[in-house]
C-alpha cells in the first residue's frame, strides 16, 4: 500500500511530496513474485528524490541516493 502526501510551503504552494509504501506481505503470510526486491532497490536508488525507509522500530532499512545527496550521509553508513 502506498500514500501520498502533499508537502506545502507557508503560502500553500507544493514543494513536494511525502511518500509512505507499506509491505503487508510479511503479515499476511504472502511473498512478492521472485526477483521483485531487485526490481524495487533499483526504482529506490534510481529515483530523482530523497527518500528513507524504517522498520518498525525505527532502525533505517533502506536510504537511497536522494537522501545521500540532501543530508550528506553514505547509505552505508546508516
Known amino acids: 500500500?502506498?500514500?501520498?502526501?502533499?508537502l506545502r510551503d507557508d503560502s500553500d504552494a507544493i514543494i513536494g511530496y511525502l511518500l509512505?509504501?507499506?509491505d503487508n506481505t510479511r503479515a499476511s503470510g504472502r511473498r512478492?513474485?521472485?526477483?521483485?526486491?531487485a526490481?524495487?532497490?533499483?526504482?529506490f536508488n534510481?529515483?530523482?528524490f530523497s527518500s528513507?525507509?524504517?522498520d518498525e522500530k525505527g532502525v533505517i532499512q533502506l536510504f537511497n541516493v536522494g537522501a545521500e545527496?540532501?543530508?550528506?550521509?553514505?547509505?552505508?553508513?546508516c
Open 69 to 77: 545527496r540532501m543530508l550528506g550521509y553514505a547509505a552505508a553508513k
Open 39 to 43: 526490481l524495487q532497490a533499483a526504482i
Open 1 to 6: 500500500m502506498v500514500s501520498v502526501t502533499a
Open 32 to 37: 512478492g513474485s521472485a526477483g521483485g526486491g
Open 52 to 54: 528513507i525507509a524504517t
Open 46 to 48: 534510481s529515483a530523482n
Open 20 to 22: 509512505i509504501g507499506t
